[in-house]
């Protein structure tokens, strides 16, 4: 009778390589995951609750494979909960160095996914970290300048985004996130929230060469022209609420 053959931690070679085969969990991931989905369902259920939040164009957000969102978010916090809420995938926010070193608000963002956006030029981790998430997990990226920016610097910003596209061959979906008069319960008027998606945008991937810049430009201006015409235009009583404002970060 022949002995089956042995590892070197006494285990037979059949059993070894059955243990290698069965897949790893990553508890960091898994942790990640559920606090995650946690935070998204906890925050969601408060929002419905509380701004009767309701969504158009949600069919645009793929259920599977890479894109980024965008916006121009005129609450960092409120617009990163909102979004969170389109899908049933994982969101990866890239957001401001200051918030993501908060010594409270900071740690949990990271362990969630989120990533630190860029301090200077020299800096590429977050950029490393984004194309990580794009061309190996295949996820959901959302880049967000502030609307308190100036137009130029939110079209420099747009810019980089479709330079992260080109490099990451994903679609570029514009969305925009706006108040709206309602009532809570169908009886306590209240400030509710609403969502516009818009069609995804397919990028050139020639945008990401220099020689390109004024085309990469020229389409991060409509890119933002897309975002605002995503608001619509209303008149309510005394005040209109303008696509220019958008432009300014006002209300």
Known sequence: MVAAKTSEEGKPESEKKEEEARPKFDKKALLSDALYFGIKGIGGSILKALTDLKVDGQEYI?????AILTTISKNVFQD?????????????????PKIMKHQVAGPILKTIGM???TEN???TEPVDKVFEILNEIGDLVALTPEA?????????????IIKFACAGNAPIIPLVVYGAKTKLFN??????????????IEVDKKLNRDKFRDQRYQLAEE???II??????????????????????EK
Do not use: C, W, Y
């Open 80 to 96: 990163m909960l909102v979004i969170s809420q389109l899908t049933g995938r994982k969101v990866h926010f890239m957001l401001h």
């Open 62 to 66: 793929p259920i599977r494979g890479k």
């Open 115 to 117: 990533i630190r956006g």
């Open 148 to 160: 308190r920016l100036d137009r130029e610097t939110q079209v420099k910003s747009m810019a980089g």
């Open 187 to 200: 009886l306590i008027p209240a400030k509710g929230l609403r969502v516009k998606i818009g069609k995804p």
């Open 223 to 225: 890119i933002l022209q």
């Open 121 to 123: 030029k020299d800096d």
């Open 228 to 249: 605002e015409g995503l608001r619509p235009v209303e008149t309510n009583g005394e005040k209109e609420i303008k696509r220019e404002e958008s432009q300014n970060g």
